[in-house]
C-alpha cells in the first residue's frame, strides 16, 4: 500500500510538471516573438522609415510597440472569457496561433523603398495581432499554473511564468548574438537578416501550439464548469475592489519591469553609448541572472508570503530607481554597468516573481482568467506599453531626467497598495 502511494504521488508530480511546462512553453514562444520586435528594432526601424534620424526612426518603431499595446486589453476580454467559459487550455492554444501569424507578416513584409507607406502600416496590423495574442496569454497563463500548482508551492510554480517570459526575451537576445557574431555581417543583418528571427518565432509558436493541445485542464476549471455560475464582464465588475488591486499591484511593476527589460538594451546603445553588441551581451547575460532569480523568489513567498516582497519592491524601487538610472547613463565600465542591471532587476524580481500569483489568488475559478487579464493588460497597455516611447521622448526633448522620475513615481504609488492590501498567500480563492 505504500509503495503503491509513493508511485502514485511521484505520478501526480510528474503530471503536474508535464502540465506546467507545457503550459510555459507556449508563454516562452509568445514572449520571444513579442521581444523579437524590441530586440531587432535598431535593426529594421531604418527600413520601415527611412527618412528619419535614428533617434525619431526607433521614436516611431517604439510608437508602433505601444499601439501594439492598445490590442492587449482585448485580448485580456477576449481571451479571458474564453479561457473561463471554455477552457484554460483551449485559450493558451488560440493565442499562441495568432501570434504566429503577426510573427510571419513581420518576417514577410517589404521595406518603405520597396511598398511605401503599405510597409509600416502591416507592420502595425502585425503588432496589433500580436498585442491581441499577448494580452489574453497573461492572464490565461498566470490562472493555468496557480491552479495547476500544490498550495504550499504555489508561488515557486507560477514564478516560472515570468521565468519562460524572461526565457522569451533570452531566446531572441540569444539568436541576435549569435547573428551579430558569427553568422551575418552588420550590412546583411541590416539589410534581409532582422526577418529571420521572426520566421523561427513562427515555427516555433506551431511547436508550442502542439504542446498547448496535449496538456491537461486544471481541476479548477472542471469543477467550475459543473456549477451554474456566470462568466464575462458583467460578473467580473462584481469584484471591484479585486480589480483595483490588480491596477494597483500592475502601475509600478510594469513600467519597472518594461525600464529594466525591454528599453534597456536601447538605452545602453543611446544614452550609455555602448555598441549594438555590448548592449545584447550585458542583456542576454543580466536577463539570464534574472530568470534565475523568479523561482528563488517565489519559494521566498511560500515561506514568508507575498506582500514582504511586493513592499521590498516598492520600498527599494522607489528610494533606487534615480540613482541606478543616472549612474547608468555616465557609467563607462562595463562590469560596473552589469551589476548595476543586476542590482535593478533584484529589486524588480520582488514584484516580477509573485504578481500572477496574487492575482490569481484574488479572483474565484469561474472569473479567475478574465480577473486577472483584463486589468491587468489595461493597467500595461496604458503604462508598460507607453514606458519606452516616453522614455525616448523625453531623451528627444532633451529631458531625459524627467523619466527616471516618473518611474519612481509609479513604484511609489504601488507601495502605498502593498503596504494596505491583505497577503493573498493567506487569503487565496483558489481554495474556494
Known amino acids: 500500500m ?11 508530480i510528474e503530471h503536474r510538471l508535464k502540465s506546467i511546462f507545457g503550459g510555459s512553453i507556449g508563454n516562452l514562444v ?25 533617434n525619431a526612426q526607433l521614436l516611431n518603431t517604439a510608437g508602433i510597440f505601444a499601439v501594439g499595446f492598445l490590442m492587449r486589453p482585448i485580448g485580456g476580454w477576449l481571451f479571458g472569457s474564453i479561457a473561463d467559459r471554455y477552457g484554460r487550455k483551449q485559450s493558451m492554444a488560440l493565442s499562441v496561433f495568432i501570434m504566429a501569424i503577426g510573427s510571419l507578416i513581420i518576417g514577410l513584409t517589404p521595406g518603405y523603398k520597396e511598398i511605401g507607406i503599405a510597409a509600416p502600416l ?6 496589433l495581432i500580436q498585442g491581441l495574442s499577448t494580452g489574453g496569454e497573461y492572464g490565461t497563463s498566470a490562472t493555468y499554473l496557480s491552479e495547476m500548482a500544490t498550495r504550499e508551492r504555489r508561488g515557486f510554480y507560477s514564478s516560472f511564468q515570468y521565468v519562460t517570459l524572461i526565457g522569451g526575451q533570452l531566446l531572441a ?16 543583418l541590416q539589410a534581409w537578416g532582422w526577418r529571420i528571427p521572426f520566421f523561427i518565432g513562427a515555427i516555433l509558436s506551431f511547436i508550442a501550439l502542439y504542446l498547448c493541445r496535449h496538456i491537461d485542464e486544471t481541476a479548477a476549471f472542471k469543477a467550475k464548469g459543473t456549477s451554474d455560475k456566470k462568466t464575462g464582464i458583467a460578473e467580473l465588475i462584481k469584484y471591484p475592489k479585486a480589480l483595483l488591486t490588480v491596477v494597483g499591484l500592475t ?27 555590448q548592449s545584447t551581451l550585458l542583456s542576454f547575460a543580466s536577463l539570464f541572472v534574472f530568470a534565475i532569480m523568479q523561482p528563488l523568489f ?29 549612474t547608468l547613463s555616465s557609467a563607462t565600465n562595463t562590469v560596473f554597468i552589469f551589476f548595476l542591471m543586476i ?6 524580481s520582488g514584484y516580477t516573481s ?30 508598460g506599453g507607453t514606458a519606452e516611447y516616453l522614455a525616448l521622448w523625453f531623451k528627444n526633448i532633451g529631458h531625459e531626467t524627467y523619466f527616471y522620475w516618473y518611474v519612481t513615481a509609479c513604484i511609489l504609488i504601488s507601495l502605498i497598495l502593498y503596504i494596505t492590501m491583505k497577503d493573498t498567500k493567506h487569503h487565496s480563492k483558489i481554495e474556494d
Request: charged share 15%.
Open 298 to 326: 517565489g519559494l521566498l513567498s511560500d515561506k514568508i508570503g507575498r506582500k514582504p516582497l511586493l513592499i521590498g519592491f516598492g520600498i527599494l524601487g522607489s528610494i533606487c530607481t534615480y540613482p541606478i538610472l543616472i
Open 30 to 54: 509568445e514572449w520571444y516573438d513579442w521581444y523579437s520586435y524590441s530586440a531587432f528594432a535598431l535593426y529594421f526601424s531604418p527600413v520601415f522609415f527611412p527618412n528619419s534620424s535614428p
Open 354 to 383: 509573485i504578481n500572477a500569483v496574487v492575482k490569481a489568488e484574488l479572483f474565484p475559478a469561474h472569473i479567475r482568467a478574465l480577473g486577472v487579464g483584463l486589468p491587468y493588460a489595461l493597467t500595461v497597455a496604458i503604462f
Open 251 to 277: 502601475l509600478g511593476g510594469t513600467i519597472a519591469f518594461y525600464t529594466f527589460s525591454t528599453y534597456m538594451q536601447k538605452f545602453l546603445v543611446n544614452t550609455v553609448h555602448l555598441s549594438k553588441e
Open 2 to 12: 505504500a509503495d503503491h502511494f509513493k508511485a502514485g504521488e511521484i505520478k501526480d
Open 173 to 188: 537576445l540569444g539568436i541576435q548574438l549569435a547573428l551579430q557574431n558569427w553568422l551575418l555581417t552588420s550590412a546583411e
Open 343 to 348: 542590482a535593478a532587476l533584484i529589486i524588480v
Open 122 to 127: 502591416l507592420l502595425l496590423f502585425a503588432r
